[in-house]
């Protein structure tokens, strides 16, 4: 890659230099914002859309991230993509989702038409244009690079990009066994938030703000999962010393509140298991390691054989669960999230839209039977971040996003101080902006990438530079 002024990252500005300090301008400077759109999101692997939304031959969807549009289509030969736009003058072809198997992809200005493959069908008065400017190789629809995992399309604008699972790293291995692929939609939701994108990933980077900002999961989180200290008056209503017993009756009402506050992540008949499960168990050992195992083993076997009995995907959670530890919050940079915890997951993207706002969406995933006919979900019109129907935990979520876009404003507040032991993933990340901003080498940024891709609560490392 040639040299550029911006290689070195002492020249990408508000840098960070101590990886515990997060200059605030970051959040809202337009000439890092500006930075960004240029030299970062042309040179990434997103989350375009999930699979479902394009199940038959034909169907297309756009996905947009500022300025840059792609249509993602299935084919006969699988799936592809290509830049949005009419090669006579430049007209988007394609707004939201449709299926162009028999009309094709078509221009709203002139009529001119490409089928899926991406070749030209149709010219409206072919006579009055120069033949030379009507090659049918020059015609063809721009290609846009397209992989596809876990479910999804992602697409990256980056012809000379390392392929997408070199730059995932080990959560491969931790999802790859739970069939993410198979996971299809509940509910997707979608908000405009009045924060920039990093601000509204970073609060689900870190399970540190559970205490103030959802104290009714707080509540009954056991006292053995203190990873953020032992001391202070707000620490889980349970001792030490807890019974077995009293400790797996917290976790059903964990699972509980989980699935409520959440609207998913946790499916309603996972919560009547867990339930079922602790009244068919009886008195539990009184070791609390010896009985969360025996909850956690029985009810792990249980929704696996509901899920076989009721014709689901499924796989050995209890095996899955001993050889493959995962997070309850798993990150793939630059901005998507999946969030497992038994048979469904979670899962967040978020897009920037302005120096100050983003787009943030949320799916609740589970798997159905596999007969079950379901029609393809479609991109929600977005809302408020205050939309009082979203599930409480995001809505507590994004009460207080707001908030810290405004306090990053004020005189005086240079930089965020992060914990480098629990909010590690939040320096890993920026720092891995930077690295892409001063346009390190290629290889260098994939194996940043790769290390950077991991679950909440990560320390801080070292990404290579």
């Avoid at 960070?16 to 605030?24: G, L, N, Q, S």
């Avoid at 999961?217 to 030490?240: C, F, K, Q, T």
Wanted: with cysteine; aromatic share 10%; glycine share 6%.
């Amino acid at each position: 890659m040639a040299e550029s002024d911006f290689r070195a990252l002492d020249r990408v500005p508000f840098c960070v230099t101590e990886p515990t300090r997060i200059p605030a301008q970051r959040y809202y400077d337009p000439e890092f914002f500006a930075l960004e759109n240029e030299r970062l999101w042309p040179h990434v692997w997103q989350m375009a859309c999930r699979l479902e939304e394009i199940p038959e031959v034909g169907d297309w969807v756009e996905y947009t991230v500022l300025q840059r549009s792609v249509v993602i289509v299935r084919t006969g030969e699988g799936i592809k993509a290509y830049h949005n736009a009419c090669r006579h003058r430049g007209v988007k072809l394609a707004n939201g989702s449709g299926n162009c198997a028999h009309r094709g992809l078509t221009c709203p200005f002139h009529g001119w038409r490409w089928n899926m493959d991406g070749e030209n069908t149709f010219v409206f008065g072919r006579d009055i244009f120069r033949e030379a400017d009507l090659d049918p190789e020059d015609l063809r629809l721009v290609s846009c690079r397209v992989e596809t995992w876990g479910g999804c399309a992602f697409i990256n604008f980056d012809d000379d990009a390392a392929p997408l699972v070199e730059t995932l790293g080990e959560v491969t291995a931790r999802l790859d066994s739970r069939l993410k692929g198979e996971l299809k939609v509940d509910w997707w939701h979608s908000a405009v938030l009045p924060v920039n994108w990093k601000l509204a990933m970073e609060a689900f980077m870190e399970g540190y703000h559970v205490m103030a900002t959802h104290p009714q999961l707080h509540a009954v989180s056991p006292a053995e999962n203190r990873m953020y200290g032992v001391d202070g008056p707000d620490m889980p209503p349970m001792s030490p010393s807890a019974s077995g017993q009293a400790y797996v009756e917290m976790m059903v009402k964990h699972i509980a509140n989980l699935h409520e506050g959440m609207g998913g992540m946790i499916t309603p008949w996972e919560v009547s298991l867990a339930e079922e499960v602790y009244a068919d168990l009886g008195e539990l050992p009184q070791e609390v390691p010896a009985a969360a195992a025996l909850f956690y083993t029985t009810l792990r076997s249980r929704i696996q054989a509901y899920a076989k009995e009721t014709g689901r995907p499924h796989f050995d959670l209890v095996e899955t669960a001993a050889k493959v530890p995962f997070k309850a919050v798993e990150y793939i940079f630059p901005n998507y999230f999946l969030l497992p915890m038994f048979s469904g997951m979670s899962s967040y993207r978020v897009r920037p839209l302005t120096e100050e706002t983003c787009l943030f969406e949320i799916w609740s995933l589970s798997h159905y039977p596999q007969d079950e006919e379901r029609s393809a979900p479609v991109a929600p019109k977005p809302t408020t971040h205050d939309d009082p129907t979203y599930p409480e935990i995001p809505r507590q979520d994004y009460a207080n996003l707001p908030q810290q876009q405004l306090g990053l404003h004020a005189q005086g507040f240079e930089f965020m101080r992060l914990s480098p032991k629990i909010e590690g993933m939040i320096s890993n990340y920026q720092r891995l902006i930077d690295g892409f901003l001063a346009r390190r080498d290629p290889e260098d940024l994939t194996k940043a990438t790769a290390l950077t891709c991991s679950g909440f609560d990560a320390p801080l490392i070292d990404i290579g530079f």
